[in-house]
């Protein structure tokens, strides 16, 4: 059994920023790709940031330059430091992880962006 854990969201206002925190625990033997997706209200699921074992981070174009995703391998965690965030980035975050061909996802931490 695998289990994510997420931390880190909450009301910022634009401009502000944010740090999301997952945490993998459980029968891991490896992890393939880490990564952050987001589904805002009415809206689909979109992968904001990812990043593969070894490899540099892939990012949405909606976040370039403001988003950065970082792994430890040792401790099973991935976060994304979110700078100059804007209202459209509010929605609810969520942790994934592949490993070993299968899917895992965490519970979802909502981000609110709002003066």
């Known amino acids: 059994q695998v289990q994510l854990v997420e931390s880190g969201g909450g009301l910022v206002q634009p401009g502000g920023s944010l740090r999301l925190s997952c945490a993998a625990s459980?029968?891991?033997?490896?992890?393939?790709?880490m990564g952050w997706y987001r589904q805002a209200p009415g809206k689909e699921r979109e992968l904001v940031a990812g990043?593969?074992?070894?490899?540099?981070?892939v990012y949405a174009d909606s976040v370039k330059g403001r988003f950065t995703i970082s792994r430890d391998n040792v401790k099973n965690t991935v976060s994304l430091q979110m700078n100059s965030l804007k209202p459209e980035d509010t929605a609810v975050y969520y942790c994934?992880?592949?490993?070993?061909?299968?899917?895992?996802w965490g519970q979802g931490t909502q981000v609110t962006v709002s003066s």
């Open positions: 994934n992880i592949v490993a070993s061909q299968k899917d895992y």
């Open positions: 459980g029968s891991i033997f490896s992890i393939d790709f």
């Open positions: 990043i593969v074992s070894g490899g540099s981070g």
